[in-house]
């Protein structure tokens, strides 16, 4: 563990370009020296804050009280089982060279999440998903280091509260976490593909891509070429020259809603039934009313519930891709709405500002309210 005598601001650090230096700065590349500093750091009353690849978190741009660790720790250690092999990462590592280290062994299961940008410790954080694949379908656990205890453990994937986009280590918004730990390493269960073919294709836009029909099995760098190729189309693939790519990619997620209020959506409004979720988003009542409609008691069935198109609440809150206040640095993204990008120079008052207008505008039109999916560091929206 080193300590750095100037602190690099996180607008240097997060993919998004903004965020001011902290007091304080320490780098962990053992694991083990992670785990004493943190704990020594944890005896004080001082702020602290855990950094990773830095893709899904805005910060202020003030002074960043206290303590911020990134974490740079490396490994990739292949275990072999009956039910498949199991790679257990350590969280520093980048999760898109994991990805391609899976595809290039012939492992199958996480083809789909190339170009995510972070690191592996964030992955169960935000259980990460995208064009049919999700996280929580290969993780077997994490080893997290208890905030309270300071206590090391590894804990099954089903302690984790693992849903759409989300988990009880994830901190909403500013919000705490339901669980204080630290993740050190992730344990994923992938399946050995000796024919370099993957799972099946389950995301229609990833099939259309490929040339082919749902279900079917394509070899895994196919899959991975075309995913990463999607994902550059969209603005989320880190380029330098692209300012589009200049964001914590979804700023957005998906909200999920009871089937009535879905029902009040135009037709063309894309919907996907759902059980019941974990952490359903506000609906506001379109009469001008602050009050929330509590909904009505649930006898028998479960409950309904749909998640919508964020995208397409923006889009048609009539939000364009290349929107901007006047005056922001800050703009939707030209390729991706969700996507709220820094065009150079912009502040975190900028992005937040664009972020407020956005969610009032869509609930103003749908009575929906975006929730955020960055980790927002002493940010209010």
Request: glycine share 10%.
């Amino acid at each position: 563990m080193s300590e750095l005598a100037d602190p690099t601001p996180l607008s240097e650090l997060t993919t998004l370009g903004v965020g001011g230096a902290p007091e304080r700065m320490l780098v962990a590349t053992e694991t083990d020296d992670l785990v004493d500093q943190l704990i020594e750091l944890w005896q004080t009353d001082a702020p602290w804050m855990v950094l990773g690849g830095g893709s899904n978190t805005v910060a202020t741009d003030d002074e960043i009280p206290g303590t911020v660790v990134l974490i740079r720790t490396r490994g990739i250690e292949r275990i072999a089982t009956d039910a498949g092999v199991v790679l257990r990462v350590q969280a520093g590592e980048t999760w898109d060279d994991l990805v391609e280290y899976a595809v290039q062994h012939n492992l199958a299961g996480i083809e789909a999440l190339s170009g995510i940008p972070g690191s592996v410790g964030a992955a169960p954080i935000q259980n990460i998903g995208a064009y049919g694949q999700e996280l929580s379908s290969v993780l077997l656990g994490v080893e997290l280091l208890d905030v309270d205890t300071g206590e090391r453990s590894h804990v099954s994937a089903s302690a984790l509260g693992l849903g759409y986009r989300t988990s009880v280590l994830k901190r909403h918004g500013g919000a705490d976490a339901d669980r204080d730990a630290v993740v050190l390493s992730v344990d994923l269960l992938l399946t050995e593909a000796d024919d370099g073919v993957g799972r099946p294709i389950a995301y229609a836009q990833l099939a259309s891509a490929l040339g082919v029909e749902l279900g079917e099995r394509v070899e895994l760098m196919r899959v991975r070429e075309a995913v990463l190729a999607l994902r550059r189309s969209k603005g989320m693939i880190l380029d330098p020259d692209d300012r589009d790519t200049c964001s914590a990619g979804s700023f957005f997620t998906n909200p999920i809603v009871p089937e009535a209020a879905a029902r009040a959506l135009p037709s063309d409004a894309p919907r996907w039934p759902l059980g019941e979720p974990d952490d359903s988003a506000t609906v506001i009542p379109l009469d001008g009313s602050s009050d929330i409609i509590a909904p009505p008691p649930i006898t028998g069935a479960v409950r309904p519930h749909v998640k919508l198109s964020a995208a397409w609440l923006i889009e048609h809150a009539r939000i364009e891709r290349g929107f901007h206040l006047p005056g922001s640095r800050a703009a939707i993204s030209s390729k991706h709405t969700l996507a709220l990008t820094n065009r150079g120079n912009a502040r975190s008052s900028d992005i937040a500002a664009l972020a407020r207008f956005v969610q009032a505008r869509v609930q103003a039109e749908f009575g929906i309210t975006l929730q955020p999916e960055p980790v927002l560091i002493d940010i209010e929206l």
